[in-house]
């Protein structure tokens, strides 16, 4: 209906976009300046499959188009159930006041341009591992980067996870 309230729904992606040298790409926030995070969002209605959140969320955060630069998308099979900020709790239905997160994991075959999306970052830039989930603000996406070394492609291997 016409002027009705569209609520976000509490279930995300959150995509560690990196190169092979595990260099991982970091996003400053355009409405909390200083805060840094991989590409994040929430699927855009119940019957929207994860990959297609991220492969929508890459593009309209970042300006990647995943199959364009041959990059390689990975479920890693993980989630994470997190207490929504209460900054941001306005746009979820009353009373929601959890999310789950799934991670994936976007290797690159190198760092790309990246067009940002002005109404949803400032800022990107190029880490190495550590430094990137150093400078993350959410624990979750600090976590999930963290764990890229277990599920980066091992270089030159096709077959890994």
């Given at each position: 209906m016409a002027g009705e309230r569209r609520w976000k729904i509490p279930e995300s992606v959150?995509?560690?976009?990196?190169t092979p040298a595990l260099e991982v790409l970091l996003l400053e926030r355009a409405d909390h300046p200083g805060y840094w995070q991989s590409v994040t969002g929430s699927i855009a209605?119940?019957?929207?499959?994860?990959?297609?959140?991220?492969r929508r969320e890459v593009a309209e955060e970042t300006?990647?188009?995943?199959?364009?630069v041959g990059a390689r998308l990975a479920d890693w099979h993980l989630s994470n159930l997190y207490?929504?900020?209460?900054i941001?709790?306005?746009?979820?239905?009353?009373?929601?006041?959890?999310?789950?997160?799934?991670?994936?994991?976007?290797?690159?075959?190198?760092?790309?341009?990246?067009?940002?999306?002005?109404?949803?970052?400032?800022?990107?830039q190029?880490?190495?591992?550590?430094?990137a989930a150093e400078r993350c603000f959410s624990p979750s996406n600090a976590e999930a980067i963290?764990?890229?070394?277990?599920?980066?492609?091992?270089?030159?291997?096709?077959?890994?996870?």
């Amino acid at each position: 209906m016409a002027g009705e309230r569209r609520w976000k729904i509490p279930e995300s992606v959150l995509v560690v976009i990196h190169t092979p040298a595990l260099e991982v790409l970091l996003l400053e926030r355009a409405d909390h300046p200083g805060y840094w995070q991989s590409v994040t969002g929430s699927i855009a209605d119940a019957s929207e499959p994860l990959e297609q959140t991220c492969r929508r969320e890459v593009a309209e955060e970042t300006g990647i188009d995943i199959d364009a630069v041959g990059a390689r998308l990975a479920d890693w099979h993980l989630s994470n159930l997190y207490e929504i900020y209460p900054i941001w709790r306005q746009r979820y239905a009353p009373g929601v006041t959890h999310n789950t997160e799934h991670v994936y994991g976007l290797t690159l075959p190198a760092r790309v341009p990246v067009v940002l999306s002005a109404r949803e970052h400032l800022a990107h830039q190029w880490l190495p591992w550590l430094e990137a989930a150093e400078r993350c603000f959410s624990p979750s996406n600090a976590e999930a980067i963290l764990q890229l070394p277990r599920f980066a492609p091992i270089s030159g291997s096709e077959d890994s996870p």
